[in-house]
Every structure is written in C-alpha cells, then in structure tokens.
C-alpha cells in the first residue's frame, strides 16, 4: 500500500509539474540580436526591454550593416538587421521573406506609405520593411518669405527666379548679395541630375545612368550660373568670402536667399536656430526625390531566434510604439541630435501625420502627399562611396564655366574608383 500511494504521489507530482510549467511563459533565454547602423535603436530597445518581461533584445552597433553582412559567418549571427542599402543584389540574399506577418494582420500595409512598402518587396514578396526615409528642401530666412512666391513645393525655374532677384551689386559692381548658386553644394547638383532622370541604379558593384540626362543637367547648370551670377568662379568666391558659416546661419545674413538641405539635417535644429527660418520641398513636375538611405528591416535568413525577433519587427513597426519612441526622445533630448524614427520620417503615415508635428512644429501641415514620392532604384551597397568620389566630383567638375580641360568621364572615375577602393 506505501509503495502504490508513494507511485501516486509522484505521478501527481510529475503532473502538477507539467502543468505548472505548461502555464509559465516561454522566456527568451537568448536576447534578439539586432545589427544596426542608427544610433536611434539604443534608446529603441531600452524602451522594447522595459517593456517585454519575457523577451529581450541588445544592439551591435555596425558602420554599414550592408557591409557587414559579408563577413557575418566571423561573428555571432544576427537576428534583424535594420540600415541603408539592404535591397542590392550583393545584399538582399541574407534575408527571409516576411509577407505572413501581413498577411496574419500582426503588421497591416496600409498603416505604411504604400510607395515606400513597396521598396521592400523583391519578386512580389515582402523581404524588407521600411523604417525611415528623408526628403530635400530648400530653407530660406522667413524675412525673406516675399522673395518667394510659392508654398511648400519649390522647382529649379523657381529657384533661379527668386534667386536671381534677391542678386544685388554695390557700387564697384561687385556681388553684395547672391540668392543661390548651384556650384555651392554638390549635393544640390546630384539631387538636380535625380530630378531630371539620371537614373542611377546598381550594375553589380558599379552603376549605370541615363547620359542623356546628366548631360542636359550639366548644360542646364551652366547656363543657370552664367546669366543669374556671372560665372562659377564668381559664386565660389563669394561663397567663400561670405558663407563660411553652417548653412542655417548663410540664411540668417543679408547675403543669400537659399540654401540646400534635407529633412534630417534641418529638422533636428534647435529652436534657437531654426525659429526664423523657413523651408519648400523641391520638386519637378510635382515628383519629390525620396532620399537614397532609406532605412530598412529585414530579418536574418540564419537567424537563431526568428521567433522572437518577429515580436520585435511587430512592435516596432506599431503606431503606438513608435509614438512612445518620439516621446522618449524628447523627454531625454535626443530629438536635437536625431531626427524622428532612425533619422527621418516614419514609413507609417499617421505616425508623421499626428506626432511629429507636436515635437518638430514646422512639418505641421508640411507633410507632402505620398502620390509626389519618386523612390531611389536599387544602388549598390557601396554608393556612398562612390557618389562621393565619382558622382559629386564628376557633377562639380562638369557644371564648372570656367574650367577649360576636358573633365575625366564617369566611365574614367569608376575605373579610377575600382583601383583605389577593391
């Protein structure tokens, strides 16, 4: 009789274990590694592991995760990987298809910028969802709003109008005031050959573009400067002379009417810098340029904890979560070093629409339609390397009326770009 009521009780006893244990939560024993290259998902997982009890996440803070995605077998594998340049063909064969997330209703496409989802999406499926992106604008000083005959949207017909009619001259006919010059940001000159179909779009680990455009951009460029500022030189020596200072401050003078920047750069300004200053979008043909970084998420194909890193993308990609997110980073005053969601706006409309403009007031009623978004083509995970030394230096070079030698081609950098740089 001992022995059958000692068998029960330990059956009973292997029972109420099972069940105790069946009630528990599964805890996530190994933390969701998540590779990242925006300093922005510090603060993102902090708020993600005070919240989540049973699941955790840490951070790796990663230059270029595109880049870093090549040598991923050398360390601890990731589980999500969230930055720039993740949709090239040297890239996008290390993540995992995520359209069921959509299609169980746990992330929903038309919370998204519809334009913007799609940019995720390779062979109709769902590989990549968008985090963040910018657009450019043209800031000006609000004093000087009568120059500018326009609201929210401004085109280059526009600018060299407005421009030219801010240009004065003193007595010695020199330059006191120039409204803009194109040879002043090479940056502006690369968004001018986007706007009017350059076309750049990855080739294995080089680039190809529309000639044609670039060609009229450059004729178009030179005759801008020479009948609103005279020459290149002249602009660069004023820019030199007078525009020394950040570009917010170039503004604030007597001396130019516009400047070049884009949302990220802009917005985070404190209030200080940016109370008097005004901006427009600018656009062609009603297209605004989305920025080249559009900042993605994807999940790790070798991913060791895909279970776990599925509640993450779903809670960050959330409208609440995401409002929690910009409320504690203006309560820690992380707004004035960062823009937004991971630098720039939210892929999720209503999240642009409802809270930025309480903590960024001047997006209030600025926010463009979706239908003026015109998507970068997929470059290659390597082109900020080369816009910078083959694209802005080619467009510089070319666009100058007093250079007299024949600039190298695009052809010639990219092959000097390939010694250099493989």
Not at 178 to 199: C, H, R, T, V
Not at 241 to 264: G, I, W
Not at 325 to 354: C, P, Q, T, W, Y
């Amino acid at each position: 009789m001992k022995r059958i009521c000692l068998a029960l009780c330990i059956v009973f006893s292997i029972v109420f274990l099972g069940c105790k244990n069946k009630s528990k939560p599964i805890v996530n024993l190994n933390p969701i590694i998540i590779w990242t290259e925006s300093p922005d998902f510090a603060s993102c997982v902090e708020l993600f592991n005070a919240t989540h009890e049973n699941e955790k996440a840490i951070v790796i803070y990663k230059e270029s995760v595109s880049k870093a995605l090549h040598s991923v077998s050398n360390e601890q594998v990731p589980d999500i990987v969230i930055g720039s340049w993740l949709k090239n063909s040297q890239t996008r064969k290390y993540f995992s298809q995520l359209d069921f997330l959509f299609q169980e209703q746990q992330i929903f496409r038309s919370s998204f910028y519809s334009k913007i989802l799609d940019y995720g999406m390779l062979n109709d499926k769902q590989y990549l969802i968008p985090v963040s992106f910018n657009l450019p604008a043209i800031i000006f000083n609000k004093k000087n709003e009568s120059y500018v005959e326009s609201t929210h949207l401004l085109n280059v017909a526009q600018i060299k109008q407005f421009a030219g009619n801010f240009n004065k001259k003193n007595k010695s006919d020199v330059y006191t005031a120039i409204g803009y010059a194109p040879s002043w940001d090479p940056e502006f000159l690369y968004e001018l050959a986007k706007l009017n179909g350059a076309q750049f779009r990855e080739k294995g680990v080089s680039f190809t573009w529309n000639p044609q455009a670039i060609e009229n951009i450059i004729t178009s460029t030179k005759e801008w400067t020479i009948a609103r500022n005279g020459s290149t030189s002249i602009e660069q020596n004023f820019q030199f002379k007078y525009l020394f200072m950040p570009k917010y401050r170039q503004v604030s003078t007597d001396h130019c009417l516009f400047a070049y920047e884009t949302s990220n750069n802009f917005f985070p300004l404190i209030d200080s810098q940016n109370s008097s200053l005004s901006f427009r979008w600018l656009e062609k043909d009603s297209h605004i340029c989305i920025e080249d970084d559009i900042v993605t998420m994807g999940l790790y194909k070798h991913s060791k904890n895909k279970n776990f890193a599925y509640k993450f993308i779903v809670w960050f990609n959330n409208e609440e979560t995401q409002k929690a997110l910009i409320e504690r980073k203006h309560k820690m005053n992380l707004d004035i070093i960062s823009f937004g969601i991971a630098g720039g706006f939210s892929a999720i409309k209503a999240v642009n629409e409802k809270y930025y403009p309480l903590y960024y007031r001047q997006v209030l009623g600025n926010m463009p339609s979706e239908n003026y978004f015109e998507l970068p083509k997929i470059l290659p995970y390597r082109w900020p390397n080369l816009k910078k030394n083959v694209i802005l230096p080619f467009l510089q070079e070319s666009c100058n009326t007093d250079e007299k030698k024949e600039c190298k081609t695009i052809e010639q950098r990219i092959q000097d770009w390939k010694k250099t740089y493989f």
